[in-house]
Protein backbone atom coordinates (compact mmCIF):
# COMPACT_ATOMS: atom_id res chain seq x y z
CA UNK A 1 0.00 0.00 0.00
CA UNK A 2 1.45 3.26 -1.15
CA UNK A 3 1.24 6.52 0.92
CA UNK A 4 1.96 10.01 0.64
CA UNK A 5 5.21 10.16 3.00
CA UNK A 6 7.10 9.41 0.09
CA UNK A 7 5.97 12.65 -1.78
CA UNK A 8 8.35 14.96 -2.85
CA UNK A 9 7.35 16.53 -5.71
CA UNK A 10 6.52 20.26 -5.65
CA UNK A 11 5.56 20.50 -9.71
CA UNK A 12 3.78 23.76 -9.92
CA UNK A 13 -0.09 23.59 -12.06
CA UNK A 14 2.23 25.48 -14.72
CA UNK A 15 3.54 22.05 -16.03
CA UNK A 16 -0.02 19.97 -15.89
CA UNK A 17 -1.39 22.42 -17.66
CA UNK A 18 1.01 22.30 -20.25
CA UNK A 19 0.50 18.39 -20.62
CA UNK A 20 -3.40 18.82 -20.31
CA UNK A 21 -2.92 21.29 -23.22
CA UNK A 22 -1.40 19.66 -25.39
CA UNK A 23 -2.64 15.80 -24.82
CA UNK A 24 -1.98 13.74 -28.06
CA UNK A 25 -5.37 12.18 -29.99
CA UNK A 26 -6.32 8.72 -29.61
CA UNK A 27 -5.21 6.14 -32.00
CA UNK A 28 -8.22 6.78 -34.46
CA UNK A 29 -6.64 3.76 -36.51
CA UNK A 30 -6.50 1.38 -33.95
CA UNK A 31 -10.36 1.21 -33.14
CA UNK A 32 -10.61 1.37 -36.66
CA UNK A 33 -9.09 -1.86 -37.58
CA UNK A 34 -11.13 -3.29 -34.44
CA UNK A 35 -14.29 -2.15 -36.10
CA UNK A 36 -13.35 -3.55 -38.70
CA UNK A 37 -12.55 -6.73 -37.46
CA UNK A 38 -16.01 -6.96 -35.81
CA UNK A 39 -17.09 -6.30 -39.27
CA UNK A 40 -16.17 -9.23 -40.65
CA UNK A 41 -17.15 -11.68 -38.37
CA UNK A 42 -20.29 -13.50 -38.82
CA UNK A 43 -23.00 -12.59 -36.09
CA UNK A 44 -26.55 -11.36 -35.82
CA UNK A 45 -26.14 -7.50 -35.86
CA UNK A 46 -25.72 -5.13 -33.03
CA UNK A 47 -25.86 -8.64 -30.99
CA UNK A 48 -22.61 -7.99 -28.88
CA UNK A 49 -24.06 -3.92 -28.31
CA UNK A 50 -21.06 -1.53 -26.89
CA UNK A 51 -18.76 -4.53 -26.05
CA UNK A 52 -17.88 -3.64 -30.24
CA UNK A 53 -17.43 -0.15 -29.20
CA UNK A 54 -15.49 -1.05 -25.62
CA UNK A 55 -12.74 -3.01 -27.74
CA UNK A 56 -12.51 -0.34 -30.04
CA UNK A 57 -12.29 2.08 -27.00
CA UNK A 58 -9.23 0.31 -25.49
CA UNK A 59 -7.34 -0.26 -28.89
CA UNK A 60 -7.73 3.81 -29.52
CA UNK A 61 -6.86 4.37 -25.76
CA UNK A 62 -3.88 2.09 -25.45
CA UNK A 63 -2.63 2.34 -29.63
CA UNK A 64 -2.46 -1.46 -29.32
CA UNK A 65 -4.61 -4.55 -30.13
CA UNK A 66 -7.36 -4.96 -27.90
CA UNK A 67 -5.80 -6.76 -24.60
CA UNK A 68 -5.95 -6.54 -21.02
CA UNK A 69 -2.90 -8.31 -19.73
CA UNK A 70 -2.19 -5.96 -16.70
CA UNK A 71 -5.51 -4.39 -15.08
CA UNK A 72 -5.13 -2.58 -11.94
CA UNK A 73 -7.89 -1.39 -9.64
CA UNK A 74 -6.83 1.69 -7.90
CA UNK A 75 -8.42 3.48 -4.64
CA UNK A 76 -7.23 6.43 -3.28
CA UNK A 77 -8.41 7.24 0.16
CA UNK A 78 -8.33 10.84 1.80
CA UNK A 79 -10.40 12.45 4.31
CA UNK A 80 -11.82 16.04 4.63
CA UNK A 81 -11.49 19.37 6.81
CA UNK A 82 -15.01 19.98 5.76
CA UNK A 83 -16.51 16.73 7.32
CA UNK A 84 -16.44 18.40 10.67
CA UNK A 85 -19.73 20.18 9.26
CA UNK A 86 -21.70 17.37 9.84
CA UNK A 87 -22.35 16.62 6.05
CA UNK A 88 -22.38 12.64 6.35
CA UNK A 89 -23.94 9.92 8.94
CA UNK A 90 -20.24 8.22 8.57
CA UNK A 91 -17.59 9.28 11.11
CA UNK A 92 -13.87 10.21 9.76
CA UNK A 93 -12.35 6.90 11.03
CA UNK A 94 -14.20 5.16 8.49
CA UNK A 95 -11.96 6.06 6.15
CA UNK A 96 -9.21 4.37 7.90
CA UNK A 97 -11.38 1.27 8.53
CA UNK A 98 -12.19 0.84 4.84
CA UNK A 99 -8.28 1.01 3.91
CA UNK A 100 -7.66 -1.54 6.66
CA UNK A 101 -10.41 -3.71 5.31
CA UNK A 102 -9.26 -4.08 1.99
CA UNK A 103 -5.67 -4.62 2.88
CA UNK A 104 -7.14 -7.57 4.71
CA UNK A 105 -9.17 -8.75 1.61
CA UNK A 106 -12.14 -8.29 3.14
CA UNK A 107 -13.87 -5.17 1.12
CA UNK A 108 -16.01 -6.17 -1.74
CA UNK A 109 -14.02 -5.21 -4.47
CA UNK A 110 -11.45 -7.48 -2.92
CA UNK A 111 -13.90 -10.57 -4.33
CA UNK A 112 -14.67 -8.71 -7.62
CA UNK A 113 -10.75 -8.39 -7.77
CA UNK A 114 -10.48 -12.11 -7.18
CA UNK A 115 -12.90 -12.74 -9.68
CA UNK A 116 -11.53 -11.05 -12.75
CA UNK A 117 -7.77 -11.73 -11.73
CA UNK A 118 -7.51 -7.59 -11.05
CA UNK A 119 -4.73 -6.37 -9.56
CA UNK A 120 -5.59 -3.80 -6.61
CA UNK A 121 -3.64 -1.15 -4.82
CA UNK A 122 -4.62 1.30 -2.19
CA UNK A 123 -3.05 4.62 -2.05
CA UNK A 124 -3.50 6.09 1.63
CA UNK A 125 -3.30 10.35 1.05
CA UNK A 126 -2.17 10.95 4.46
CA UNK A 127 -5.23 10.12 5.85
CA UNK A 128 -4.15 11.72 9.43
CA UNK A 129 -3.85 15.05 8.18
CA UNK A 130 -7.27 16.02 6.14
CA UNK A 131 -7.38 18.74 4.34
CA UNK A 132 -8.52 22.42 5.05
CA UNK A 133 -12.18 22.90 5.49
CA UNK A 134 -13.01 24.91 2.34
CA UNK A 135 -15.91 27.10 3.77
CA UNK A 136 -13.10 29.00 5.12
CA UNK A 137 -9.93 28.63 3.11
CA UNK A 138 -8.21 26.89 -0.18
CA UNK A 139 -8.85 22.76 0.92
CA UNK A 140 -5.13 22.55 -0.69
CA UNK A 141 -2.63 25.14 -1.65
CA UNK A 142 -1.23 25.08 -5.46
CA UNK A 143 2.49 23.17 -4.23
CA UNK A 144 0.32 20.64 -2.18
CA UNK A 145 -2.22 19.89 -4.48
CA UNK A 146 0.13 19.61 -7.92
CA UNK A 147 2.43 17.18 -5.93
CA UNK A 148 -0.74 15.24 -5.08
CA UNK A 149 -1.32 15.15 -8.92
CA UNK A 150 2.49 14.24 -9.14
CA UNK A 151 2.14 11.32 -6.74
CA UNK A 152 -1.12 10.58 -8.80
CA UNK A 153 0.97 10.05 -11.83
CA UNK A 154 2.80 7.10 -10.39
CA UNK A 155 0.32 4.68 -10.31
CA UNK A 156 0.65 4.05 -14.15
CA UNK A 157 3.57 1.96 -14.06
CA UNK A 158 5.15 0.05 -16.76
CA UNK A 159 3.18 -2.97 -17.74
CA UNK A 160 -0.30 -1.58 -16.83
CA UNK A 161 -2.64 -1.27 -19.76
CA UNK A 162 -5.82 -0.94 -18.06
CA UNK A 163 -6.91 1.20 -14.76
CA UNK A 164 -9.68 1.62 -12.98
CA UNK A 165 -10.33 4.57 -10.30
CA UNK A 166 -12.40 4.60 -7.01
CA UNK A 167 -11.99 6.79 -4.29
CA UNK A 168 -13.08 6.74 -0.31
CA UNK A 169 -13.08 9.64 1.92
CA UNK A 170 -15.84 11.05 4.13
CA UNK A 171 -17.15 14.06 2.57
CA UNK A 172 -15.72 13.44 -0.39
CA UNK A 173 -19.41 13.68 -2.13
CA UNK A 174 -20.01 17.06 -0.84
CA UNK A 175 -16.35 18.07 -2.35
CA UNK A 176 -17.64 16.75 -5.60
CA UNK A 177 -20.71 18.71 -5.46
CA UNK A 178 -18.72 21.81 -4.86
CA UNK A 179 -16.41 21.30 -8.10
CA UNK A 180 -19.89 20.82 -9.85
CA UNK A 181 -21.25 23.65 -9.15
CA UNK A 182 -18.25 25.59 -9.71
CA UNK A 183 -17.73 24.05 -13.00
CA UNK A 184 -21.19 24.46 -14.46
CA UNK A 185 -23.34 26.30 -11.88
CA UNK A 186 -26.29 26.31 -9.77
CA UNK A 187 -26.45 25.88 -6.09
CA UNK A 188 -24.94 23.64 -3.96
CA UNK A 189 -29.19 21.97 -3.70
CA UNK A 190 -28.99 21.31 -7.37
CA UNK A 191 -26.13 18.53 -6.71
CA UNK A 192 -25.76 17.94 -3.53
CA UNK A 193 -27.15 14.13 -2.45
CA UNK A 194 -27.78 11.43 0.27
CA UNK A 195 -24.30 10.07 -0.53
CA UNK A 196 -24.14 7.59 2.44
CA UNK A 197 -27.32 7.20 4.09
CA UNK A 198 -27.58 11.40 4.64
CA UNK A 199 -30.92 12.26 5.71
CA UNK A 200 -32.94 15.30 4.61
CA UNK A 201 -31.33 17.75 7.61
CA UNK A 202 -28.16 16.40 6.28
CA UNK A 203 -28.52 17.00 2.58
CA UNK A 204 -29.43 20.81 3.51
CA UNK A 205 -26.36 21.22 5.52
CA UNK A 206 -24.16 19.45 2.17
CA UNK A 207 -26.03 22.21 0.35
CA UNK A 208 -25.15 24.89 2.35
CA UNK A 209 -21.56 23.79 2.79
CA UNK A 210 -21.45 24.14 -0.91
CA UNK A 211 -22.95 27.62 -1.31
CA UNK A 212 -20.73 28.75 1.66
CA UNK A 213 -17.67 27.10 -0.11
CA UNK A 214 -19.19 29.11 -3.47
CA UNK A 215 -19.30 32.22 -1.94
CA UNK A 216 -15.93 32.48 0.02
CA UNK A 217 -14.14 31.45 -3.32
CA UNK A 218 -15.82 33.64 -5.47
CA UNK A 219 -13.62 35.21 -8.24
CA UNK A 220 -11.07 32.05 -8.36
CA UNK A 221 -12.80 29.45 -9.72
CA UNK A 222 -12.67 30.49 -13.56
CA UNK A 223 -9.23 28.25 -13.75
CA UNK A 224 -10.49 24.38 -13.32
CA UNK A 225 -6.87 23.57 -11.48
CA UNK A 226 -7.90 26.68 -9.29
CA UNK A 227 -11.00 24.85 -8.37
CA UNK A 228 -9.83 21.52 -7.60
CA UNK A 229 -7.34 22.50 -5.21
CA UNK A 230 -9.89 25.16 -3.77
CA UNK A 231 -12.77 22.48 -3.67
CA UNK A 232 -11.76 19.24 -3.78
CA UNK A 233 -9.13 16.79 -1.98
CA UNK A 234 -6.27 15.03 -2.26
CA UNK A 235 -7.75 11.87 -3.89
CA UNK A 236 -9.17 14.23 -6.42
CA UNK A 237 -6.06 15.42 -6.86
CA UNK A 238 -4.27 11.96 -7.25
CA UNK A 239 -7.01 10.90 -9.89
CA UNK A 240 -6.70 14.05 -11.95
CA UNK A 241 -2.54 12.96 -12.06
CA UNK A 242 -3.53 9.28 -12.62
CA UNK A 243 -5.70 10.05 -16.02
CA UNK A 244 -2.88 12.49 -17.31
CA UNK A 245 -0.38 10.31 -17.03
CA UNK A 246 -2.37 7.76 -18.69
CA UNK A 247 -3.01 9.05 -21.84
CA UNK A 248 -2.11 7.50 -25.16
CA UNK A 249 -0.86 4.30 -23.19
CA UNK A 250 -3.31 2.73 -20.22
CA UNK A 251 -7.32 2.86 -20.78
CA UNK A 252 -8.66 4.48 -17.47
CA UNK A 253 -12.49 3.28 -15.67
CA UNK A 254 -13.96 5.67 -13.75
CA UNK A 255 -15.76 4.83 -10.63
CA UNK A 256 -17.85 7.37 -7.81
CA UNK A 257 -18.58 11.37 -7.84
CA UNK A 258 -15.37 12.11 -6.33
CA UNK A 259 -13.60 10.58 -9.31
CA UNK A 260 -16.09 11.60 -12.05
CA UNK A 261 -15.34 15.36 -10.50
CA UNK A 262 -11.57 15.30 -10.60
CA UNK A 263 -12.22 14.14 -14.21
CA UNK A 264 -14.74 17.15 -14.64
CA UNK A 265 -12.04 19.36 -13.79
CA UNK A 266 -9.61 17.84 -17.15
CA UNK A 267 -12.37 18.17 -19.23
CA UNK A 268 -13.14 21.93 -18.83
CA UNK A 269 -9.61 22.88 -19.26
CA UNK A 270 -9.45 20.41 -22.26
CA UNK A 271 -12.90 18.76 -23.54
CA UNK A 272 -10.94 16.28 -25.44
CA UNK A 273 -8.96 15.09 -22.05
CA UNK A 274 -11.18 12.06 -20.99
CA UNK A 275 -11.00 10.38 -24.57
CA UNK A 276 -9.29 7.73 -22.56
CA UNK A 277 -11.93 7.66 -19.60
CA UNK A 278 -14.91 4.70 -19.37
CA UNK A 279 -17.20 5.61 -16.52
CA UNK A 280 -18.51 2.07 -14.67
CA UNK A 281 -21.88 3.47 -13.42
CA UNK A 282 -23.15 6.74 -11.60
CA UNK A 283 -24.10 6.36 -8.02
CA UNK A 284 -27.57 5.65 -7.60
CA UNK A 285 -27.67 7.71 -4.20
CA UNK A 286 -25.82 10.89 -5.69
CA UNK A 287 -28.52 12.66 -8.89
CA UNK A 288 -25.16 14.75 -8.85
CA UNK A 289 -23.08 12.38 -9.99
CA UNK A 290 -25.29 11.74 -13.06
CA UNK A 291 -25.87 15.24 -14.11
CA UNK A 292 -22.36 16.07 -14.27
CA UNK A 293 -21.47 12.56 -16.16
CA UNK A 294 -23.86 14.18 -18.70
CA UNK A 295 -21.98 17.44 -18.76
CA UNK A 296 -19.02 15.80 -19.20
CA UNK A 297 -20.30 13.46 -21.92
CA UNK A 298 -19.19 9.82 -20.60
CA UNK A 299 -22.21 7.10 -20.73
CA UNK A 300 -21.98 4.76 -17.67
CA UNK A 301 -21.49 1.41 -18.45
CA UNK A 302 -23.80 -0.27 -16.45
CA UNK A 303 -26.64 0.59 -13.61
CA UNK A 304 -26.29 -1.95 -10.73
CA UNK A 305 -28.45 0.71 -8.91
CA UNK A 306 -25.24 0.53 -6.21
CA UNK A 307 -23.98 3.98 -4.62
CA UNK A 308 -20.40 5.12 -3.85
CA UNK A 309 -19.13 1.59 -4.37
CA UNK A 310 -15.58 1.66 -2.90
CA UNK A 311 -14.14 0.47 -6.24
CA UNK A 312 -16.50 -2.33 -6.55
CA UNK A 313 -18.46 -0.88 -9.46
CA UNK A 314 -14.31 -0.13 -10.86
CA UNK A 315 -13.62 -3.84 -10.72
CA UNK A 316 -16.80 -4.84 -12.30
CA UNK A 317 -16.29 -2.51 -15.29
CA UNK A 318 -12.71 -3.30 -15.33
CA UNK A 319 -13.79 -7.42 -15.62
CA UNK A 320 -16.26 -6.07 -18.27
CA UNK A 321 -13.41 -4.63 -20.51
CA UNK A 322 -11.52 -7.40 -19.88
CA UNK A 323 -13.78 -9.63 -21.68
CA UNK A 324 -14.37 -7.38 -24.60
CA UNK A 325 -11.06 -7.49 -25.22
CA UNK A 326 -10.95 -11.73 -25.34
CA UNK A 327 -13.84 -11.49 -27.38
CA UNK A 328 -12.71 -9.35 -30.10
CA UNK A 329 -9.07 -11.39 -29.52
CA UNK A 330 -11.66 -14.89 -29.69
CA UNK A 331 -13.73 -14.30 -32.91
CA UNK A 332 -10.74 -12.40 -34.58
CA UNK A 333 -8.33 -15.33 -34.33
CA UNK A 334 -11.46 -17.98 -35.17
CA UNK A 335 -12.47 -15.78 -38.12
CA UNK A 336 -8.63 -15.36 -39.09
CA UNK A 337 -9.22 -19.49 -39.15
CA UNK A 338 -12.18 -20.01 -41.17
CA UNK A 339 -10.65 -17.83 -44.02
CA UNK A 340 -7.50 -19.57 -44.36
CA UNK A 341 -9.16 -22.84 -43.98
CA UNK A 342 -11.54 -22.09 -46.89
CA UNK A 343 -9.24 -20.82 -48.82
CA UNK A 344 -7.06 -23.95 -48.48
CA UNK A 345 -10.11 -25.98 -49.92
CA UNK A 346 -10.13 -23.57 -53.12
Not at 42 to 67: D, F, V
Not at 292 to 297: H, N
Request: aromatic residues 4%.
Amino acid sequence: MATLSSLDSGLPFGDFRALIERLPPLDERAAARVRDEFGRVEKPKNSLGRIEKIAAWLAASTGQPPAVLRPVVAIVAGNHGIARHDVSPRPVEATQRFVELAAAGGAAVNQVCAAHGLGLKLYDLALDLPTADFTVGAALDERGCAATMAFGTEAITDGVDLIALGSIGVGGSTSAAAISAALFGGSGADWVGAGSGADAAMISRKAATVDHALAQHSGHLEDPLEVLRRLGGREFAAIAGTIIAARTQVAVVLEGFAATAAAAVLHRANPAALDHCLLAHVAANEPGHRQLAEKIGLTPLFDLEMGEAEGTGAALAAGTVKAAALIHSGMRAANTAEIAQMEQSR
